[in-house]
């Protein structure tokens, strides 16, 4: 009698510790050791150098997002003139070389609630790392969620969060449609305490397996604080969407969170059974040494992050971003990882960079020389 209740103890005991085990992975306790195998695997500690600069120090470039179109690379990015966020398309054929094409998100001469701000991110890619980085459609439309607002100035006043579409091909210069009116803004009453202030960066994730329970992910940022909304960090949040037009809120606490300064600008892809997020960092109460650059976090579930405690993967160290060098793009391309960040000098001249997994040589545009 003694021994079967030994075996029943065992077996009971074998069976919470495998609850347990799942549990942990479902929760995102990603391991030091599967951390170090994504660092290295992600990891681009050549910088190539400038790739797009602006065509005089008043304008300013911002937030990369790059995708694939049958054979060529196409670029979303910002442009702020002084009056606010236009999004824009550039185009590539190696990722290196890139030809600027034309605005996809402009301003509006009425007084339409985002007239003043339209900055866009096409989302919904194959999330797979190294794979097509196609986007995909919903309906029959390509998607792009947007920060929007109406004031003029440098991510001035309520901004909020929008959506885009078109049934055109996204890599070709067109005015993308939007809906009249914000989905999300920091004045619902079901904004959550972190995000009663603005919203900025807005991206969206196709999840297949619907591991939150919802096909469609959006992962923003916002400003806010249950004391002092105006004078909050900047966190990383979640969204769900069944049908990319209906959003709720998901959760009630930010994902990615350091309490003061700033975490944003989230991006995420698939490495084998592990989700990696791309973010920036800025102001950090913890860190001293740079004012902006580029890290990642982990998941199993999309929900619990365990966050890079190592090396940045992007940090100052040029003359082209000795101030920030930050909001990351990153895709692993023919063996080899590139990652297109926001490159900031100290005389605050802004454009887009790149850095690499291998030494490619060196960009032969600066903000001072241009071709």
Not at 314 to 336: C, M, Q, R, T
């Amino acid at each position: 009698m003694m021994k079967i209740y030994n075996w029943i103890l065992f077996i009971l005991c074998v069976a919470c510790f495998g609850c347990s085990m799942k549990n942990n992975v479902l929760h995102g306790e990603v391991s030091a050791n599967v951390m170090q195998e994504i660092y290295e695997e992600i990891k681009t500690p050549y910088k190539y150098g400038l790739i797009l600069i602006p065509d005089n120090d008043s304008l300013k470039m911002d937030c990369p997002t790059v995708f694939r179109k049958d054979n060529k690379w196409i670029m979303a990015y910002f442009v702020f003139d002084g009056r606010g966020y236009e999004t824009w398309l550039a185009e590539s054929d190696n990722l290196l070389d890139w030809e600027i094409q034309g605005r996809i998100l402009l301003f509006s001469d009425s007084t339409d609630w985002d007239e003043n701000q339209k900055a866009g991110f096409p989302s919904l890619q194959y999330p797979t790392w190294g794979g097509s980085y196609e986007l995909q459609k919903v309906d029959g439309k390509y998607w792009m969620p947007y920060f929007g607002g109406s004031s003029r100035g440098y991510e001035r006043g309520l901004l909020s969060f929008g959506m885009a579409f078109t049934e055109n091909d996204p890599s070709t210069v067109h005015e993308w449609q939007r809906f009249d009116k914000p989905i999300f803004m920091a004045t619902d009453p079901d904004a959550r305490w972190w995000e009663n202030s603005t919203i900025y960066k807005t991206w969206v994730l196709l999840d297949e397996d619907k591991t939150t329970g919802y096909p469609y992910i959006l992962f923003y940022n916002a400003r806010g604080d249950s004391i002092n909304p105006a004078r909050g960090a900047e966190r990383i949040g979640m969204a769900v969407s069944d049908d990319m037009v209906n959003w709720k809120r998901f959760g009630d606490e930010p994902v990615i969170n350091h309490h003061k300064g700033i975490s944003g600008d989230a991006v995420v892809q698939k490495i084998n059974d592990v989700w990696v997020m791309f973010y920036f960092g800025a102001f950090w109460p913890t860190r001293k040494d740079h004012d902006a650059f580029n890290r990642f976090a982990c998941s199993y579930d999309l929900v619990h992050w365990t966050e890079w405690g190592g090396q940045d993967l992007i940090a100052p160290s040029e003359p082209y971003d000795n101030w920030f060098a930050h909001k990351s793009y990153v895709i692993k391309s023919d063996g080899l990882v590139y990652h297109f960040y926001c490159a900031v000098n100290r005389d605050g001249q802004r454009g887009i960079a790149v850095a690499t997994s291998a030494d490619l040589g060196k960009s032969s545009l600066s903000f001072n020389e241009k071709e």
